[in-house]
């Protein structure tokens, strides 16, 4: 049976738990989403989602209850880890000048260089249709919320969605970052792949 730890320190994370159990029923699979608040949680998960909210509360309290290098070591071993929006940043190798000031914790696993709120206070919260081909043609809602972009990808990083001109999804290895919230959606395809990178399809 399946089992996906998402790390639950702050931010979406039920939403992401419930966006797990759709993408189960939707393609027949076994399997639950656990609410990881302690590293021994983490042992033998076959994937890991770390969700969105204030990266810079994520990585820090990840770094105090020694989530950050329990995630660190399984993601290194090739476990699978989704990232989204704030979790997107914390898997950067790279940031901007907040994530300097700020001097949040960044667990460095992906060649992605990030800029944090990268959108501006016009255009804070917003859905768009993005074209992500892994997923198929029909066009997935992207919602964004005070989202990130990556500037800079390096090494085997490929980019998987883009959005006016701007690094919105990328793939690396047994790893995704988008910049958007999949789990705030009712289309579970991003979710459905994810689990399929769980069952060593990647
Ligand atoms: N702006 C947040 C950050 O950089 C991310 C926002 C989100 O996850 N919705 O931490």
């Known amino acids: 049976m399946m089992r996906i730890g998402v790390i ?11 966006a797990v159990r759709r993408a189960l029923v939707a393609s027949g699979q076994q399997g639950e989403a656990v609410w990881v608040a302690r590293p021994e949680q983490l042992e033998g998960v076959d994937g890991i989602i770390i969700p969105g909210g204030e990266s810079t509360t994520i990585g820090k309290l990840m770094k105090i209850t020694e989530i950050f290098d329990a995630v660190k070591r399984l993601a290194e071993s090739g ?6 929006c704030a ?10 000048e907040q994530v300097a000031r700020t001097k949040q914790p960044l ?27 892994i997923l198929g043609e029909k066009p997935f809602p992207g919602v964004f919320i005070r989202a990130p972009v990556v500037k800079e990808v390096w090494g085997d990083a490929e980019v998987i969605a883009e959005f006016m001109g701007k690094i919105v999804g990328v793939k690396q ?8 919230h999949p789990e705030l959606t009712t289309d579970t395809r991003l979710h459905e792949y994810f689990l399929r990178m769980c069952r060593g399809q990647f």
């Open 87 to 96: 979790g997107m940043v914390v898997l950067a190798k790279r940031g901007d």
């Open 173 to 180: 290895r047994n790893m995704v970052a988008v910049a958007f």
């Open 107 to 133: 667990l460095g696993l992906m060649d992605i260089a990030v800029v944090r709120n990268a959108f501006g206070r016009q255009r804070e919260s917003f859905e768009a249709e993005l074209n992500i081909p």
């Open 79 to 84: 476990v699978p880890l989704l990232g989204t």
């Open 8 to 18: 639950g320190l702050q931010g979406a994370v039920s939403e992401h738990i419930e």
